[in-house]
Every structure is written in C-alpha cells, then in structure tokens.
C-alpha cells in the first residue's frame, strides 16, 4: 500500500488547495475548456458528469467500461479493511455491469478536503488511469460534490463514488413501482448538489413586459426541475407509507405475529423465503437481486400462522439517501415482533456482515427488536457450523438444500412463544364467543372442564392478554 506522497506545500510549492477548493454553486456554469483537454475527454464515456454520456446511470451500459476503484486506508483502519471493501466494490462494480482493471490505494490520516487523495495521489491516479485507458475512477467512499469535480478536471475522465454505483445498482433492479419511485428519489437526491452546467445556454430569452433580464441559465431550469421531481416523488411515497400504516394495522387485528428476514445482500433470504412458503421470489447469486418487500403466510410446527417478509439486503456503507427513501419498506423490520438474521456463513468475515446489517436496522429503529441469527450455505461451507458453536442461540442452515429448515422453525417458534406469557384463564360454558378468542388470539395449551366452566392454559401476547383480563385467574407455571 503506497503512502501518500508528500504535500509540494511544504516545500515551498503550490499546494493542490490553492487552485481546487469547494466551488460556488455557479462555478460549473461558465468554465471554459481547452479544446485538446476537450478532444481528450471525448475519448472517455464514463456516463457521470460532463465526461459522461446523457443518460440516467452513472455507469454507461452501452459498453462495459472501463474502472479504476481507489480506496483510502485512514488512521486507525485496518488496511485488510480497506481491501475487503474493495473487494466487494470490484462486486458493486461488476453487478452494474462494468469491469475493474486496476486498484489504487492510499494511507492517509485525513481526507483532502479538495480531492479527497491528495495532490501527489492524482498525479499517480491520473498516469494509471491512462495507463489502463479506463473510463471512469470509482472511490469506495463518498466523494462531495467540489471533490468529484475536482478529480475530474485533474483526471479527465468520470470520478464517482461507492454511493454512486449503488444507485446504479438500485436502479437496475428496481421492479415495483414503489421500488422505482424510491430509486429515483435517492437518485435525485444525490444528484442535486453535483449539478453540471453546459455552457451558458439559456433556457429562457427575454421578452414580454417587465423582462428585461437574459433569462436563467439550464443548470438553474435542471435544479428547479429536480426539486419538483423530488417533491412529487416524496408527496407519493408519503401516501403509500399511510397505505403500509393502514396494512400493519390490518395485520395487527389479525393478531398474526411478523416474521421480517434481514441480512446482508446475497445472504440467502430470498431462497429462504422460497424454501420455507414456496413463493416463488427471483433468487439469483448477484447483489441486490430483490428490492421489493415480499410477505407470505407460513405455518409453524406449533400450528401458529405468522407473516413472513423478505426485505431489501444491506452493505457495508449503504447510501444514507437509498436509507431515507426506503424507509417506509425498511419498516416492516422495525414492526416486527422477531428478525430472521440470515448470515452468509461462507463470507470471509461473516461479523463485519452482521455489523453492517446491525448498524442499518438501528439507523431506522428496529435494534431492539428479537433477533435470531440463522448461518446460511451450510452447504457450501464447513464455517457454518463453528459459526454456530460459537453464537448461542443460532441455527445453521443450507436455504438452497433444505437442510437445518426444521430446526430453524422450531427456533422461530421458541422465539415467539418468549413473547408471551404463559396464563390460566376460566370461561363459564355460556361464553361460548370468549372460549374461541382465546384459541383465536393465542396458543392454547391444554384445556380442562369444570362444573361451571372451562379451565385453560395459554400463551397469550400483551394485547390478548388486556382484552381477556377479565378471564385471566393468574400466571401459570412456564412449562
């Protein structure tokens, strides 16, 4: 791993921070450009910025182009750290449908607040990129937006970041069209700020009474635009967030306890699904290959009916725009009576997996829901079961070829029976209507007639238990 070089500053020269700085919110409007620096640029068709293409991606897919992914170890950070997020960045990359031909990387204390890296560092990001002819620079962290147009003055090509590529992914795989309106959302969220203006071409010529000015610029027409964009997108997914409220109410008066599966992207919770209700979700071996929420009824061993919800996966540093514009699907989790934690067991580093995910589901407020950690391909890996040896409580499981699935449900139900409390109750023989909620709002255990009534005892949650209190003699001996 290569230090950075040292800052021309110290001796004497020019620093990168005297001419590269966070420009004015017109400084895109008016640059001109050198015609050879033009010609230059024509040659790479990276799709973001002014060296890309029009389009709606930051990835081209007319071509797969050509990337050059950088990552930045800082002070205190394991550098095998770094190498595991590039890694999985080469995955991000390749999943958008582009291939990575070289790696950078650096040691440095502190971001550049101008090009993230340093002077020195482009200098040697630059040579490589020409090296390697790639089309576009991919950082594995996030980039503002005075430092992507910064690098990609000094570099002459497209510079994005992880946030980027995972939009792009987004978008790809987006289905529903909730999905897509989310998508879109978090895309123009990002997007606002880095706005590029094309020359001073002007939207609107003066004429008329009492216009005198020479009209706006496209840059202040696109910005005035987006925002529009962003406010519909927001009004609409408002509405269908009341509708998700009203259908958790709904399900809530069913007194069905939800099931919601999380993990990491690729883990295995879509096969999972399909595995335990025969649902028939798209499971395919690539990142994000779901989006979209799917519940489905499931039977336990117990004879207890609950809903069972695949959500959208996570990663290591998820954009905080696709956390906002998907909260209303992530809050299935957070309503949740239990999590199915699904693990990759097969992963290099499973826990930095389940830290990632963890750190997602306290962002939106489900980290004190129950959670039960279920290891996933034991098949394909032996780790699974020292996986579990290790994590009390855990399951381990193969989703694809069915095995652990049995004890898998018996935990679900464990679990859920943890969740209620175990209650005598006496209903006299002319409440007939009483003796059926009971068996409708919980779990009867066994039931005894007396003289004047029926004698049972059942788990029962803390709703149930309010609404029967006048029936309940006590708390029974957990058994």
Not at 43 to 53: D, L, Q
Not at 241 to 259: C, G, P
Not at 338 to 349: I, M, R, T
Not at 422 to 427: H, M, R, S
Request: hydrophobic share 40%; glycine share 8%; proline share 4%.
């Amino acid at each position: 791993m290569n230090d950075e070089p040292a800052d021309p500053a110290a001796a004497g020269g020019r620093s990168i921070g005297d001419s590269l700085v966070d420009p004015p919110d017109d400084a895109f409007d008016d640059e001109p450009i050198d015609p050879e620096e033009q010609q230059e640029e024509d040659t790479h068709r990276g799709a973001f910025g002014e060296f890309g293409a029009d389009q709606d991606g930051f990835i081209d897919r007319s071509f797969r182009e050509r990337i050059v992914l950088v990552g930045v170890t800082r002070g205190g950070t394991d550098p095998e750290r770094t190498d595991a997020d590039l890694d999985e960045l080469e995955l991000l990359v390749d999943t958008a449908g582009a291939d990575v031909v070289a790696r950078v990387d650096q040691r440095r204390e502190r971001p550049d607040p101008a090009t993230f890296i340093g002077k020195g560092k482009v200098t040697e990001l630059r040579t490589t990129a020409e090296a390697v002819d790639c089309d576009t620079v991919v950082f594995d962290d996030e980039l503002s937006p005075a430092q992507q147009y910064n690098l990609e003055k000094l570099l002459k090509r497209s510079a994005i970041d992880r946030t980027a590529v995972i939009l792009d992914i987004f978008a790809q795989n987006a289905a529903s069209q909730e999905g897509k309106s989310q998508v879109e959302l978090a895309q123009l969220r990002y997007r606002l700020p880095r706005l590029r203006g094309r020359g001073t071409t002007m939207s609107q010529q003066a004429g008329g009474i009492g216009t005198r000015g020479p009209g706006e610029t496209q840059l202040e027409t696109d910005r005035r635009r987006i925002l529009r964009r962003i406010h519909k997108l927001e009004a609409d997914l408002r509405a269908t967030a009341r509708h998700r409220s009203t259908q958790r109410k709904q399900r809530q008066r069913s007194r069905a306890q939800h099931i919601a599966i999380v993990g990491y992207t690729n883990a295995g919770k879509s096969t999972l699904l399909n595995r335990l209700t025969d649902s028939g979700v798209l499971v395919e071996d690539r990142l994000f290959a779901t989006l979209d929420a799917t519940t489905r009824r499931l039977q336990l061993p117990g004879g207890e009916a609950v809903l069972l919800t695949d959500t959208v996966g996570f990663v290591r540093k998820l954009p905080h725009q696709l956390v906002e514009a998907f909260r209303s699907t992530l809050d299935v989790a957070a309503d949740a009576d239990l999590l199915v934690h699904v693990v990759d067991g097969s992963s290099a580093d499973p826990q930095s997996q389940m830290d990632a995910v963890r750190d997602v589901l306290a962002e939106i407020g489900a980290e004190a829901v129950p959670e039960l950690i279920c290891f996933n391909k034991a098949d394909a890996s032996a780790e699974v079961k020292r996986l579990v040896d290790r994590q009390p409580g855990s399951v381990g499981i193969s989703a694809q070829t069915g095995e652990g699935i049995e004890a898998l449900l018996a935990a679900i139900g464990d679990r859920l029976r943890l969740l209620t409390t175990l209650v005598e109750l006496f209903v006299p023989y002319d409440r007939g209507e009483v003796l059926a909620e009971v068996h409708r709002e919980g779990e009867v255990l066994s039931e005894a007639a007396e003289e004047t009534g029926m004698r049972l005892r059942a788990r029962l949650d803390d709703t149930a238990r309010s609404k029967l209190a006048a029936f309940v003699i006590g708390v029974a001996p957990s058994q």
